[in-house]
């Protein structure tokens, strides 16, 4: 399938289900508005059953070309061939993106012909020099997730930057010793397919991405080559370039995938590509209605992921992206669509969620489902096959109201913190198999969760409507920025808190762009059109937040110090419960309260090499409460200060083997604070004299 050279030419095949005739169009430049070259597909020798083909000499990589499709256009019966649109390649390696583009034309010959067509590119992907690299393959226990957008990472001034380079991947290329210092152990990309920057309401861009073109390029917009003078091939090693260098940091590369929709959106939108080589094949289509498109993902259309032409596709794109790019792993979008019939009805064993669960190509990388979609398919804990990983709503929803004080949250964060057994212990799933997260691109920044109470997405240019009104966010006493001394500070705390559940909790942790630095979007939570400050992220909040950000690394330091990282050893959630020594506390040992008035929760944790002992004490109630500690029986040692969110840097978070040994029996846990407290041999010298106290006494 596609364009595939070889020593004398180029040979190019076309699945095109309702074509009767198809024609191959060739370009000498990206803005011509003629192609060069007509070559008709004709005959037996060009057609093998729904397939259309030829060979054509002379050609080599950087040919631009496009196919004009001949067939019935009668909407009514779900066909739309249309010979004025120049239909992109769906296996094309390459793509040009005219700058005369404009959505509203789409791909049609206009006035000025296809001069504002996107065109695909003939590329040879062996030629590039991977200088050994591939894909890291990290075990999922030691991955600590950060979410990014590619342009919005580096496109601030402040990012220090040059013009050419800022937002780019090159950009980001130069950011990695950050990361690195974070600690993070992959980055997952928000949508770098190419994608219609259009696609977007009027006069506003598409930011986030999630409107694909095409499955298998690297977005144009991200690529400093393409800037500098729109070499399509070039855009295609310049991604490979930041693959090659996160990996020489020890940092694997996951790409948000989009394969529930496409950017072709409903009957009134622009043709690219697959509606018209085979539209019923390609999408859901109303049984009623073929003319209307079923839309499962609030997008216009959803894409037939079921049906066997789009199942190829789909495992061709990811195949694609890890034998040429040396993807390490997928998260895909809204994946619950996946799992849907041509009908758009659920069914319990989806063709194309156990291809990619059993592919062997794919079998070393990391699968991550959103496992939702925006018709109410929620299958979180439920997800098909073996060996997929989840996007935890339920932990995000459950800490946030704890912390924001809700009633009736306890026994539910209970499980979040140790790997949601509730949602996942029916299956031996991996400790890993919940991606744990309290913010990511889609709702508040962290600093924004407790710095607003509603959304503020005026900006968006629709009355404030758009976006989820149900963010179970607090503002801490004010709407927004303030200069109050003790909103700020509280407000602090509550950042901390969050931090500290979510680094401490059994799964796999995911940190959002910026919120280790009190990123904010103004209270924006749907920021998808926002391409300009709102989204970018302001590297001047490093000097001003050092103390959080300090405060992140901390924690992710500690996930490099749990056993399983240590040996090695990778066990279910059902065996790692069993083997950590877990005991549910209240403000007495050995008494949990799962009341609904209950604001609060402890427990004590021996890791499972007996390697150290945690003591975890959570007060989200709006008082101080004294917890009385359960003894430290950890070969002598008494406990030591670890984690206290109310007090200030950087007495908030000390270095491991720097905790202060203390002797009391109770410890005062501030209002909405987290104290955690350590005991064990192994990294855990101090570096400062134990606090002497008496033996009744309470620490604070």
């Not at 690195?180 to 991405?209: H, I, K, R, S």
Request: charged share 20%.
């Amino acid at each position: 399938m596609g364009a595939t050279v070889d020593p004398g030419g180029v040979n190019f095949s076309l699945y095109a289900r309702d074509a009767t005739g198809v024609e191959l169009l060739l370009f000498d430049r990206l803005d011509d508005a003629q192609p060069s070259a007509v070559v008709p597909f004709q005959g037996e020798e060009h057609r093998t059953g729904r397939y259309w083909h030829g060979r054509v000499a002379g050609l080599a990589a950087g040919q631009l070309y496009g196919y004009r499709v001949y067939g019935p256009n009668q909407p009514d019966a779900g066909l739309r061939c249309d010979p004025q649109q120049l239909l992109l390649d769906p296996y094309g390696q390459g793509l040009a993106v005219p700058e005369g583009y404009r959505r509203q034309q789409g791909q049609a010959a206009g006035e000025q012909g296809w001069a504002g067509a996107f065109k695909s590119v003939v590329a040879d992907l062996g030629t590039y020099d991977w200088q050994g690299d591939c894909p890291l393959n990290r075990p999922v226990r030691e991955a600590i997730i950060y979410e990014l957008h590619v342009k919005g990472f580096t496109a601030h001034p402040s990012a220090g930057l040059d013009p050419s380079t800022a937002g780019t991947y090159r950009g980001l290329i130069a950011k990695i010793p950050y990361l690195q210092d974070l600690g993070v152990t992959a980055v997952e990309l928000l949508p770098v397919f190419q994608f219609d920057p259009q696609d977007a309401p009027a006069g506003l861009p598409n930011y986030w991405g999630y409107q694909p073109i095409s499955f298998l390029v690297p977005h144009h917009g991200y690529s400093s080559a393409w800037r500098g003078g729109g070499d399509a091939l070039a855009v295609l090693d310049e991604f490979r370039d930041m693959v090659k260098a996160l990996h020489r940091a020890g940092i694997e590369v996951i790409l948000d995938v989009v394969f529930n929709h496409t950017a072709e959106a409903d009957a009134g939108g622009p043709t690219f590509s697959y509606r018209g080589l085979a539209n019923a094949d390609y999408y859901l289509l109303d049984p009623a209605d073929p003319a209307r498109y079923l839309d499962v993902t609030g997008c216009f259309n959803t894409f037939n992921g079921n049906n066997p032409v789009v199942r190829r596709l789909i495992r061709h794109s990811l195949r694609h992206w890890v034998q040429h790019f040396h993807i390490d792993g997928f998260r895909f979008d809204l994946a619950s669509v996946l799992a849907r019939d041509e009908s758009g009805d659920p069914v319990p064993r989806p063709a194309i969620l156990w291809d990619l669960d059993t592919d062997p190509v794919l079998a070393g990388t990391k699968l991550i489902a959103e496992a939702w979609d925006a018709a109410g398919l929620y299958q979180v804990g439920s997800f098909v096959g073996d060996r997929w990983q989840e996007w935890n709503g339920r932990f995000r929803d459950d800490v946030r109201r704890f912390l924001k004080g809700d009633a009736g949250q306890v026994a539910a964060v209970s499980q979040r913190l140790i790997g949601s057994p509730d949602i996942y212990g029916s299956k031996r799933r991996e400790a890993e198999a919940s991606i744990n997260f309290i913010t990511c691109h889609d709702g508040f920044t962290l600093a924004d969760l407790v710095s607003y109470n509603g959304k503020h997405n005026e900006a968006n240019g629709e009355d404030n409507r758009d976006g989820s009104s149900d963010n179970a966010s607090w503002n801490c006493g004010a709407e927004g920025p303030s200069d109050d001394p003790g909103i700020t500070a509280l407000r602090q705390r509550q950042m901390r808190n969050f931090l500290t559940l979510l680094m401490l909790s059994s799964g796999t942790p995911m940190l959002a762009m910026g919120d280790e630095i009190c990123r904010s979007q103004g209270g924006n939570n749907n920021a998808y059109c926002q391409d300009n400050s709102i989204s970018w992220l302001d590297w001047s909040l490093l000097d001003q937040h050092r103390d959080l950000h300090r405060f992140v690394r901390e924690l992710i330091a500690y996930r490099n110090r749990r056993d399983v990282v240590i040996d090695g050893d990778a066990y279910s959630l059902a065996d790692l419960l069993h083997r950590n020594q877990i005991t549910w506390n209240g403000v007495q040992p050995g008494e949990p309260d799962h009341s609904d008035q209950s604001r609060s929760l402890a427990m004590t944790l021996t890791s499972s090499s007996h390697r150290f002992r945690l003591c975890l004490m959570v007060n989200a109630w709006w008082e101080p409460l004294t917890f009385r500690l359960p003894a430290a029986d950890f070969g002598g040692e008494s406990w030591h200060r670890w984690i206290d969110t109310s007090r200030p840097s950087p007495d908030d978070i000390v270095p491991w083997d720097g905790a202060v040994a203390i002797t009391a029996e109770r410890a005062l846990v501030g209002p909405r604070s987290v104290l955690v407290l350590i005991a064990g041999h192994q990294g855990l010298t101090s570096s400062r004299a134990p606090v002497a106290m008496a033996a009744n006494s309470t620490i604070s």
